[in-house]
């Protein structure tokens, strides 16, 4: 019942972030539990009337204070635990990108999400890139590198299933990269307030195995390419 | 025997006239004649009785705009197709600024005037023993200059354009190009409020901090002031120190706004981000500059209902403090997927998910305080422990958020509203009721209803719970915050139904509010008259009339013993008053 708490993961490092969140579920739930149970058994234990005259301690010496100080040392190093597992798997998320296999380029826009792809030639700013709207389409089970830009203000390109998110800010290029288990639909939602579009900035990964991302790339990027080469032929 | 701490060289502990009327000299310095005129008593007072009860009646009143938005926001994500009672529908630009003036009005203009404004104005001078602030002047162009800045915000929802609708963050470039919002003159009045609100607290915060460092009364050590009082100065002072940036960055803002500059904006070379970190290094030493004054509320009526004396009073002392300082460096938190330099994360994961070692030891010894005493749920009681149990929720989960890994995934999401909302109401809300219905006969000399203050409280807390406890649930599930209506999504219809339910339970909330309302009024007129000290209390707000006199005091108090003396083994009654001369505990009073 519990991991029904969180969306099923469909990313490789998206089982790191919910194997730290379960880490932190546990440790947090038993000291929620420890604190709200000794505070309501004190409550009914020690109500007016169950004893003659309230004790006076004043939790002024060692001795006494040691009942709230060692519980504290017990936290801090479990923080510290907490620590060193965020930050190991922080490193594999954010450390570095990986070889990619898929490049593309994200654009934000109030209120889409423009995908752009290096096209046959495999080179971003030629005139055979493709440009897709809303729809990201990837292969399974391969490293896909992306490139954030925004044209307007902060955006966040937030996939919930993969516990991928990263805020898009104008003016910078911000890389990253994500590599999906298994094929499916996705949904991207944008999570930072970027205007009265905000709510409907939605978009899909559609992620593909290799052969099905071979046969959509032939045949979304080939006609593509032509269309562009009849636009330039024509301005 | 040290020079110049005459408490410790006293054998007789009846101060001598002479000595009375050196103290006097002392601690009256702003002294100044009973106004008699209606403006001067009521309206442009430097009482600073008056003030407090200025700054909650504003507080109050601008709850109720706070508290109106909490509910069309609510409604629409409920039922987003229909037309709100009471209001029509809303559009998503509406909807974005009011979720924008919910959050700015709470925060800035009911929780700080509330806790820091009301209490602190009321309560400082009278728990240590002061005739007033140390510049009442200054307090009351304080309370003045919020005052107009609230004006300024509430104008801001009338003008061509709309009200400022970029979120309580005001995140650049949106808040900061007409273009992106429609939103010209609404933006501009925003920042112009936030820039007198901050001005009002600095007056405010060098008031609370002169006037407890140099106007305690004889025998007042730091030592022994309320806990209130220690966390309200501590407030004052994180507040006084990490306000500047954000006045800066406001000013900054304005500039781009309105004469041309780029500070934020990448078209003209400036930078989001700057106004990322320039907000949230004030922005999350705020967040405890509200906390602390409720936490300081909580730990006045603990010890009085559980008939104890505060457990570990200098750990708390040290631990408010250790919080307030280890604030400054942790507000890249809120930045973990913002774009600045990933190696930053884990140094300010350490730092933020240490905080929990020193509200762990707050919360603790209000545990051990409780433990082992003699409890009455009374109103003011109830309100504390309510705060505490549901506070403990939100340090637990911040924890989750602290972690910049788990953030990744639950940044921007239903789980952070959550979140803040159970660190921020059971401190705004709990602590401030418990304070309205503990100290509302010394304040107005009568006493509130008890009945009808245990409805408000049961309400409050259910309700409560009953609306944010759903949102977590929302939030692990990916919902971004500030989205309009969910359906554009397919992976948000199966939580819709929690929305639903965190809806009714914002309703019933609201509604059960009726209840204090009801109750502060009957009870001014018809409340049975306050004694002096209702509660058995030992502080110094009770050692004085209910409601205290001009200047507070017939006669300046002189303070023998700590703040919490209560159920002292040997002692026939089982609270002594911090005035009660220390006769036969000279040995304990010259050892401290």
């Known amino acids: 019942m519990l991991t029904g708490l969180l969306p099923a993961n469909a990313s490789t490092f998206g089982g790191d972030i919910d194997h730290v969140f379960w880490l932190i579920f546990w440790i947090v739930g038993f000291w929620f539990v420890l604190a709200e149970g000794v505070l309501a058994y004190s409550l009914v234990r020690?109500?007016?009337?169950?004893?003659?005259?309230?004790?006076?301690?004043?939790?002024?010496?060692?001795?006494?204070?040691?009942?709230?100080?060692?519980?504290?040392?017990?936290?801090?190093?479990?923080?510290?635990?907490?620590?060193?597992?965020?930050?190991?798997?922080?490193?594999?998320?954010?450390?570095?990108?990986?070889?990619?296999?898929?490049?593309?380029?994200?654009?934000?826009?109030?209120?889409?999400?423009?995908?752009?792809?290096?096209?046959?030639?495999?080179?971003?700013?030629?005139?055979?890139?493709?440009?897709?709207?809303?729809?990201?389409?990837?292969?399974?089970?391969?490293?896909?590198?992306?490139?954030?830009?925004?044209?307007?203000?902060?955006?966040?390109?937030?996939?919930?299933?993969?516990?991928?998110?990263?805020?898009?800010?104008?003016?910078?290029?911000?890389?990253?990269?994500?590599?999906?288990?298994?094929?499916?639909?996705?949904?991207?939602?944008?999570?930072?307030?970027?205007?009265?579009?905000?709510?409907?900035?939605?978009?899909?990964?559609?992620?593909?195995?290799a052969k099905d991302y071979e046969a959509w790339s032939h045949d979304s990027w080939t006609p593509k390419t032509a269309s562009n080469k009849s636009n330039a032929d024509s301005d | 025997m040290t020079p110049g701490r005459p408490r410790l060289r006293r054998t007789?502990?009846?101060?001598?006239?002479?000595?009375?009327?050196?103290?006097?000299?002392?601690?009256?310095?702003?002294?100044?004649?009973?106004?008699?005129?209606?403006?001067?008593?009521?309206?442009?007072?430097?009482?600073?009785?008056?003030?407090?009860?200025?700054?909650?009646?504003?507080?109050?009143?601008?709850?109720?705009?706070?508290?109106?938005?909490?509910?069309?926001?609510?409604?629409?994500?409920?039922?987003?197709?229909?037309?709100?009672?009471?209001?029509?529908?809303?559009?998503?630009?509406?909807?974005?600024?009011?979720?924008?003036?919910?959050?700015?009005?709470?925060?800035?203009?009911?929780?700080?005037?509330?806790?820091l404004g009301a209490f602190g104005n009321y309560l400082i001078p009278l728990m240590i023993g002061a005739r007033d602030m140390a510049f009442p002047r200054l307090n009351m162009m304080s309370f003045w200059t919020i005052f107009v800045a609230a004006a300024v915000l509430t104008v801001s929802m009338f003008v061509p354009g709309g009200p400022a609708a970029a979120g309580?963050?005001?995140?650049?470039?949106?808040?900061?190009?007409?273009?992106?919002?429609?939103?010209?003159?609404?933006?501009?009045?925003?920042?112009?409020?936030?820039?007198?609100?901050?001005?009002?607290?600095?007056?405010?915060?060098?008031?609370?901090?002169?006037t407890t460092l140099n106007m305690r009364a004889p025998g007042m050590t730091l030592w022994r002031l309320p806990l209130f009082v220690w966390l309200e100065v501590t407030a004052a002072v994180v507040f006084l120190l990490s306000v500047g940036p954000l006045v800066a960055g406001a000013l900054m803002l304005l500039a781009d706004r309105t004469l041309?500059?780029?500070?934020?904006?990448?078209?003209?070379?400036?930078?989001?981000?700057?106004?990322?970190?320039?907000?949230?290094?004030?922005?999350?030493?705020?967040?405890?500059?509200?906390?602390?004054?409720?936490?300081?509320?909580?730990?006045?009526?603990?010890?009085?209902?559980?008939?104890?004396?505060?457990?570990?009073?200098?750990?708390?002392?040290?631990?408010?403090?250790?919080?307030?300082?280890?604030?400054?460096?942790?507000?890249?938190?809120?930045?973990?997927?913002?774009?600045?330099?990933?190696?930053?994360?884990?140094?300010?994961?350490?730092?933020?998910?240490?905080?929990s070692v020193p509200f762990a030891i707050l919360v603790f010894c209000m545990i051990a305080t409780v433990w082992g005493g003699s409890i009455s749920f009374t109103t003011p009681m109830l309100f504390a422990l309510g705060g505490l149990a549901s506070f403990i929720v939100g340090g637990v989960t911040g924890i989750f958020l602290g972690s910049a890994t788990t953030d990744i995934f639950l940044h921007g999401t239903y789980f952070v509203v959550a979140h803040f909302h159970y660190t921020l109401f059971p401190v705004t809300f709990?602590?401030?009721?418990?304070?309205?219905?503990?100290?509302?006969?010394?304040?107005?000399?009568?006493?509130?209803?008890?009945?009808?203050?245990?409805?408000?409280?049961?309400?409050?807390?259910?309700?409560?719970?009953?609306?944010?406890?759903?949102?977590?649930?929302?939030?692990?599930?990916?919902?971004?915050?500030?989205?309009?209506?969910?359906?554009?999504?397919?992976?948000?219809?199966?939580?819709?139904?929690?929305?639903?339910?965190?809806?009714?339970a914002t309703i019933g909330l609201l509604v059960g509010q009726f209840a204090v309302v009801v109750n502060f009024a009957w009870s001014m007129a018809r409340g049975k008259k306050a004694a002096a000290n209702p509660w058995h209390a030992a502080t110094l707000e009770w050692a004085t009339d209910s409601p205290p006199p001009h200047e507070n005091f017939e006669h300046v108090p002189v303070v023998y013993r700590d703040a919490y003396e209560y159920s002292v083994p040997g002692e026939a009654n089982d609270w002594i008053a911090q005035t009660e001369p220390a006769i036969g505990h000279l040995s304990h009073v010259a050892a401290d």
């Not at chain 1, 971003?124 to 493709?130: H, I, K, L, M, R």
């Not at chain 2, 109050?60 to 039922?79: C, D, E, H, K, S």
């Not at chain 2, 009471?86 to 005037?113: L, R, S």
């Open chain 1, 46 to 209: 020690y109500r007016k009337g169950s004893s003659k005259r309230a004790a006076y301690l004043r939790g002024d010496s060692v001795r006494q204070l040691a009942w709230v100080l060692v519980p504290a040392a017990i936290i801090l190093c479990l923080d510290l635990g907490i620590d060193r597992a965020g930050a190991s798997a922080w490193d594999r998320i954010k450390g570095g990108i990986p070889p990619a296999a898929t490049t593309v380029r994200i654009t934000a826009k109030q209120f889409n999400w423009n995908f752009t792809y290096p096209g046959p030639d495999g080179k971003f700013g030629t005139a055979d890139d493709v440009t897709v709207e809303n729809d990201l389409h990837v292969p399974a089970g391969k490293v896909v590198r992306f490139e954030l830009r925004s044209e307007d203000v902060i955006h966040s390109f937030f996939v919930p299933e993969f516990r991928l998110k990263q805020d898009v800010v104008p003016g910078r290029t911000i890389a990253g990269w994500f590599q999906a288990d298994k094929p499916g639909t996705y949904e991207i939602a944008c999570s930072e307030l970027c205007g009265f579009g905000h709510y409907s900035m939605h978009g899909n990964v559609v992620v593909q195995s």
């Open chain 2, 12 to 115: 007789n502990p009846t101060p001598t006239a002479t000595e009375t009327g050196i103290q006097m000299n002392i601690a009256i310095a702003p002294h100044h004649q009973a106004e008699t005129s209606f403006i001067r008593r009521y309206i442009f007072s430097t009482d600073h009785k008056v003030i407090g009860k200025q700054y909650m009646l504003l507080s109050l009143t601008m709850a109720i705009i706070g508290g109106f938005t909490a509910y069309l926001i609510r409604w629409q994500l409920a039922w987003p197709e229909t037309d709100i009672p009471g209001w029509g529908a809303i559009g998503p630009d509406n909807y974005n600024a009011i979720i924008t003036m919910h959050g700015t009005v709470m925060v800035f203009f009911v929780a700080m005037p509330f806790l």
């Open chain 2, 168 to 210: 309580w963050t005001a995140y650049t470039p949106l808040s900061d190009n007409p273009i992106y919002t429609g939103v010209t003159w609404g933006q501009n009045l925003w920042l112009l409020a936030l820039a007198l609100e901050f001005a009002s607290f600095l007056m405010g915060g060098i008031n609370f901090l002169t």
């Open chain 2, 260 to 355: 041309g500059t780029g500070f934020f904006r990448p078209d003209r070379g400036g930078d989001p981000l700057l106004w990322e970190h320039l907000f949230w290094f004030f922005g999350h030493p705020e967040v405890y500059v509200v906390a602390l004054p409720g936490f300081g509320i909580m730990l006045e009526v603990l010890p009085v209902f559980a008939r104890k004396p505060i457990f570990g009073y200098r750990t708390m002392v040290w631990s408010t403090v250790a919080a307030g300082a280890l604030s400054f460096v942790v507000w890249a938190h809120h930045m973990f997927v913002s774009g600045m330099d990933p190696r930053l994360a884990t140094p300010f994961s350490v730092t933020t998910i240490l905080i």
């Open chain 2, 430 to 504: 709990f602590g401030g009721f418990a304070g309205l219905y503990y100290w509302y006969p010394k304040m107005f000399g009568r006493m509130m209803n008890e009945t009808l203050g245990k409805i408000h409280f049961w309400l409050t807390f259910v309700f409560f719970n009953a609306v944010f406890i759903p949102l977590f649930a929302v939030g692990l599930r990916g919902n971004p915050r500030r989205i309009y209506e969910m359906s554009s999504y397919n992976f948000l219809a199966p939580v819709q139904h929690l929305h639903v339910i965190a809806t009714i």
